[in-house]
T-cell receptor, first 113, second 116 residues
Framework: GENVEQHPSTLSVQEGDSAVIKCTYS??????FPWYKQELGKRPQLIID?????GEKKDQRIAVTLNKTAKHFSLHITETQPEDSAVYFC????????????FGTGTRLTIIP | DAGVIQSPRHEVTEMGQEVTLRCKPI?????LFWYRQTMMRGLELLIY????????DSGMPEDRFSAKMPNASFSTLKIQPSEPRDSAVYFC??????????????FGPGTRLTVT
């Protein structure tokens, strides 16, 4: 089955700086890669996703890049703000025939004011 | 839509007792997922359903756990008998497939289970 590894497990950055979280996956058939943000005591919520026919996707301060050859994808947050502090999870899934999402172990991001 | 609804939000029970967690997916969604989240093991998929039929229950830890989906608007996750190591936050999520492309999984608020 799919295995998703996520690094780093914790990350602290100064407010205004950029943060990068990286994930690798094992199943070459995976072609959907969402990122979820989970604030303390809350539910995971989708913040951005990317499909395998796209190398990069951007939404305001958040961007995700995908390298299918190397089987890794990354989340980039620019101009970080205190409200970006949360746990971020990457995930991978095949689009068809299997709706199962395999999650990474999470990255606790702390923005230092 | 009210989103995915879970009940109870908090459950405290003694070891050996039966626990039933409930979930109402978003109307029209045809996939329903049960996850367990702990500090040690992260977010684990326990089981998921498509059109009320269990598709993959390989994540169910043992026979003490069972899940049902009797109709499109209701699912239960039951633990019998419960043990302290079952203490975790249990999330239900749902998604829909439109035009053959899967969409976002929407998570419920979770049930925090404590087994003493």
């Amino acid at each position: 089955g799919e295995n998703v590894e996520q690094h780093p497990s914790t990350l602290s950055v100064q407010e205004g700086d950029s943060a990068v979280i990286k994930c690798t996956y094992s199943d070459s058939a995976s072609n959907y890669f969402p990122w979820y943000k989970q604030e303390l005591g809350k539910r995971p919520q989708l913040i951005i996703d990317i499909r395998s026919n796209v190398g990069e996707k951007k939404d305001q301060r958040i961007a995700v890049t995908l390298n299918k050859t190397a089987k890794h994808f990354s989340l980039h947050i620019t101009e970080t703000q205190p409200e970006d502090s949360a746990v971020y999870f990457c995930a991978a899934r095949r689009n068809f025939g299997n709706e199962k999402l395999t999650f990474g172990t999470g990255t606790r991001l702390t923005i230092i004011p | 839509d009210a989103g995915v609804i879970q009940s109870p939000r908090h459950e405290v029970t003694e070891m050996g007792q039966e626990v039933t967690l409930r979930c109402k997916p978003i109307s029209g969604h045809d996939y329903l997922f049960w996850y367990r989240q702990t500090m040690m093991r992260g977010l684990e998929l326990l089981i998921y359903f498509n059109n009320n039929v269990p598709i993959d229950d390989s994540g169910m830890p043992e026979d003490r756990f069972s899940a049902k989906m009797p109709n499109a608007s209701f699912s239960t996750l039951k633990i019998q008998p419960s043990e302290p190591r079952d203490s975790a936050v249990y999330f239900c999520a749902s998604s829909s497939t439109g035009t053959g492309v899967p969409n976002e999984q929407y998570f419920g608020p979770g049930t925090r289970l404590t087994v003493t």
